[in-house]
């Protein structure tokens, strides 16, 4: 059986038409056009569809379901959009606009979410009943999968993991809040701390950037400096208490980790793992193993195709 | 069918019988000989289980199953406890020595976990898919129900709800990490931040007691003295974002709320609400009621008694 998956970004539309283990069969992209809003952004969508459908050699009636994966908040029930930035959505029926559009059954999550279920399926979680997923960018995303099941929780918005608050008073959030997580775990806040200890040290080698990225903290760490090393050991003890606090509500057996900032790979890794073995409440007790997560770039397609999968 | 749980606490072992929908047809207690030693508590378990059997007027070949409920760690998969502060127990294999002096398929898992279940199944949750259980006493213990199943985690540790770190780098907690809800959620917390604004302000009724309890804190704000309401407004605070981080992890219909603060009522949920309000991440959309756990004393038998049912 072979099932759509498309990525919609906010800079462009990716489908592919996926098979039942989650390989990807032929590919086809388009421009995210939100200028044009909603419908028009939707129509490229099923037009995308259809060309990767052509590309693989079938037709759309030999497509079992389409999943559509979007950078934000939604409803998988009802398949409405209340709102994403990124797309400047707002109340917007995917699924009933989709099925309009393609004649197939339309699954929806988001992206987080979907990048869960496509490591779960054929990546780093693959074969694992419960399993997290974090995406470490611009923000903290995550995705939560249990039994082998994306979970979306009640009204469709749980695992906002970035969101939860492990700094109660602390950094203002975009959320509203104060001392969510990813004020303190995102590449963002890598930055952020590292053009503060750049202010501090300037005889480190942060202080050298113009503008200073998380590869640049992470280089520089990896290098030696000392100022780079302090707040590269700052940041891995935050995402560790943040994961021992996924340990804690939902003890998966992989904390599969992606996103911009996992590009540092085991050097990332490492000094996590270290720091878990301190801080797991239960230490005499196996608990989660942290991997890198491996489906990169086609994480969106693979995962948004699984939704239409029986079992997923 | 008939089912027995057994609530084993470190002064007392309760047994009951337990119908299909959760209702108690008899029941026996006996005191916890936790001096005896882990055999010798098991014994008597047997024993007393088989007490409420034959005041059921049932014998123990017509008894499905029987539900355990532990107050520490376990593995519910293989049934052994690695220890248990309460009981003094270490490495003790419950599933296969009750096993051999029962005759009956034994299922076990955390107390708190067991409440979560009883009030899934007959209590505030019932008909409820996704739920969580908080247990406000000595410390915060959290139980989680999706699906209509107890959720575990992959090695028997998950929803330790009050070792999840909201205050990074606070209040010391037994578990040897700094910030846990706990120290600010729990019974305990409540008595900590009445005997410090009691000495910082001698005016305050708090300042009276010389043995002060939570109850006499929430007494002294329902009374409306001021510095009692400010400490209780702070717990309520910290109560309130410890739920935003259960929301945007599981996203549950119901959060349930027991335990010795919980005979506060709606003096206690009425602030959450309005504070929930304020904190949930996605303002427009609807998220979990916040509701008084119903099962009271009796949820310890029940919830163990309905580990046993094949659904659950």
């Given amino acids: ?46 037009e995308v569809a259809g060309q990767a459908v052509e590309k693989a050699g079938l037709t759309m ?118 001392g969510c997580w990813e004020r303190y775990a995102s590449a963002t806040a890598l930055i952020r701390m590292g053009k ?3 202010a501090a040290h300037p005889e480190s080698a942060l202080a050298k950037f113009t503008d200073l990225t998380a590869k640049d903290v992470v280089d520089s760490a990896k290098a030696g400096d000392e100022t780079a090393l302090a707040v590269f050991d700052q940041y891995t003890e935050e995402l560790a208490l943040g994961m021992v606090n996924i340990i804690n509500f939902l003890d998966p057996e992989i904390i599969a980790i992606g996103g911009g900032v996992s590009a540092a790979g085991e050097f990332l890794l490492e000094p996590i793992r270290q720091k878990l073995k301190k801080y797991v409440f239960y230490k005499d007790l196996p608990y989660s193993e942290i991997k890198l997560a491996t489906m990169g770039n086609d994480a969106g397609i693979v995962g948004a195709a699984m939704l239409g999968r029986k079992d997923a």
Same sequence: chains 1, 2.
């Fill in 1 to 46: 059986m072979y099932y759509v998956g498309i990525d919609v970004g906010g800079t462009g539309v990716k489908a592919g038409v996926v098979d039942e283990s989650g390989r990807i069969i032929a590919k086809a992209t388009i421009k995210t056009a939100v200028e044009k809003g909603a419908d028009a952004v939707m129509e490229d969508m099923a």
């Fill in 196 to 198: 503060e200890a750049a």
């Fill in 61 to 178: 009636e030999e497509i079992e379901a389409i999943g559509i994966g979007i950078p934000g908040v939604l409803d998988p029930a009802t398949g409405i959009v209340p709102f994403c930035t990124n797309l400047g959505w707002h109340q917007v029926p995917v699924i009933e606009r989709m099925h309009e559009l393609t004649g197939r059954p339309i699954y929806v999550d988001n992206d987080a979410t979907v990048a869960a279920l496509a490591e779960s399926v054929a990546g780093v979680s693959a074969g694992v009943k419960n399993s997290v997923f974090l995406t470490l960018g611009t923000g903290v995303g995550g995705g939560i999968v249990i039994d082998g099941k994306v979970y979306s929780g009640t009204h469709g918005v749980a695992s906002e993991l970035g969101h939860h608050i492990t700094h109660m008073g602390g950094e203002k959030c975009t959320c509203g809040n104060r």
